[in-house]
């Protein structure tokens, strides 16, 4: 054989990665995942401007997304709680995957038979148990995730994962709304059972995430390492001499230290003074696409472009060459390693920024911003692909869904604040330097990956 035909049966055995039995499971996770989020938001902020609701009022709808943003608070509870009957029928995870699903379940469907013109504050409520569910429903599949492979596998289940959550959120929002206007009396005037309908459907596909929790295997459970051991031996001791204590109190102390301290203690302690480091990579790691996409669908619109070619375009064709991307980290991961594509995503999310600069100078031209969006969200795919990898061999197994749940929080809270700033330095100086600006900013990132501790 060739050493070009081996060459190319090797990438082709890579590429088998993605036939593993868990990155299919990720696969239909991240529809379960994906399908809940735009159902709060877009769908159905659509669905209540249409029905005359204010925009002022619509607009609160949006502190529902607090949920995901907030969800470390109580991700301890997911890591350590066993629920009643259901743990010990299907085990930890795959239970509080099913309470979290058969919530969602019940949330959509409240949303379904709601009115806006009546029970406007009961359907706020309902979005807020949505939004809530959702956000737990992550905590536990990005843990199941962890606890169920290693570190080669999790780029490809990321990458699956990312392919069913946008192809999700295609069907919540796109196929939404045109089940919405299918089941219409009239397309020209408002018809509340349409929506009825259509979140019907939405709360039915929920079925598939269902379905697949009780498909998979519950991943082996974690014991506890001699020092988390030698913790709760301290705090048993500590309750025993505080026996004044009412005994609820004294076990709660004790529950909670292990849930919630122990957790952050554990990165402190395996990295030391290097924890600031990988802190630092894990909040600016995004900065560049992120700070992009604050102010993207401005561009758009500045630039000329039609929402027809902005959907086509950006909505559908973005979307797709984003799962190719993620198809590609999660093989190129498998074959080269998490820090070496960890980097080389890094370096094109930056550069690919600079196209954008170059297509602020054209103006509207379709084929320059399909060129861009191509290389950009198949950029973005390759670097989320590689993070995700990254923050999961990061994570203690023992405490997966907390400092999981830590990290995917804590890598959106600067270039969010950050992002915020971008409309000024674009009426200040331009499209152009601003997207050459955020080429720059993200540069230092690669200064962090390489000097960034190798895992212990």
Known sequence: MSSVDSKTESWLDTAKIYL?????????????????????????????????????????????GLAYGFKW?????VDRLSLPLLST????????????????????????????????????????VVAFSSATQDIVIDAYRIESAGERLQAAMAATYMA?????????????????????????????????????????????????????KEPASVEMDTET??????????????????????????????AIACPFIDFIRRYGMQALLILALIGTYRISDVILGIIANVFYVDMGFTKEEIAQIIKIYGVVMTIVGAGLGGILVNRFGVRKILFLGALLVSLTNLLFAWLATLGNDTTALTIV???????????TAAFVAYLSSLTNIQYSATQYALFSSMMLLFPKFLGGFSGGFVDSFGYPWFFTAVAIIGLPVLILIWISPRNK
């Open 164 to 216: 069913g959550y946008r192809i999700a959120m295609i069907v919540a929002g796109a196929g939404a709304l045109a089940i919405a206007a299918w089941t219409s009396i009239s397309p020209e005037s408002y018809d509340i059972n349409s929506w009825k309908y259509a979140y019907l459907i939405m709360a039915s596909l929920m079925s598939v995430g269902m379905m697949t929790t009780f498909l998979v």
């Open 373 to 383: 969006i191509s290389l950009d969200n198949l950029s973005g795919g390759i670097a």
């Open 229 to 258: 051991l030698e913790q709760q031996q301290k705090i048993i001791e500590f309750t025993q001499r505080n026996a004044h204590l009412p005994n609820f109190l004294s076990r709660f102390l004790g529950w909670a230290y292990i």
């Open 20 to 64: 593993h039995p868990r990155a299919i499971t990720l696969l239909f996770f991240g529809f379960s995942s994906g399908l809940p989020i735009l159902l709060v938001f877009g769908t159905l902020s659509f669905w209540l401007r249409e029905a005359g609701v204010e925009r002022s009022l619509i607009t609160y709808f949006s502190w529902v």
């Open 73 to 77: 608070l109580w991700a301890p509870l």
């Open 89 to 128: 029928w299907l085990g930890r995870r795959r239970s509080w995957l099913l309470l979290s699903q058969i919530m969602l379940i019940i949330g959509l469907t409240g949303l379904a038979f709601s009115n806006p013109h009546e029970n406007l504050q009961y359907m706020a409520l309902l979005a807020l």
